[in-house]
């Protein structure tokens, strides 16, 4: 929508241990948001994955990386893309499939349900971005992708 305000919010989150339900409120409270101000189609399935993908990354984040953590939501079209920045400048990388390994899967599963994932380095830290889609896929993909 050329000219319109953009949709989004934004938040720093400090490190300690509720930062990360801080951050899945704040993630169901702005779907709710587009929802019901903005009249958007936001699927139960695009709610729980985003919720499942912001405490994936705030938890990497701060596990990872000293200091604040600033996360970002904002409306790309049909997809809501969920950014997270944190002061550590390595970029994350998805370890091998490994059924018999306990933990470390976080990665995996983001970019296992997200329409679109991207790590850059900024001039501090990192920034990663994963998209969701919002509308429930046609084909009923757990993922919400879209036929190809």
Known sequence: MP???????AVALDGDGSCIAEARHLATGFLTRVRTEYGLPVSARAMDLTQLVVSELV???????????LMQLRLAGDLVEVVVWD?????????AADPGRVGQHGLEIVMAISQG????????????TAR????????GAITGRRPQ
């Open 59 to 69: 938890t990497n984040a701060r596990k990872y990386a000293p200091g604040p953590v």
């Open 132 to 139: 969701i889609a919002l509308p429930d896929d046609p084909g």
């Open 117 to 128: 994932f991207e790590a850059q380095r900024e001039p501090v830290g990192k920034r990663i």
């Open 87 to 95: 002061s550590d400048p390595v970029l994350p990388v998805a370890r």
């Open 3 to 9: 000219g319109a305000d953009a949709i989004e919010t």
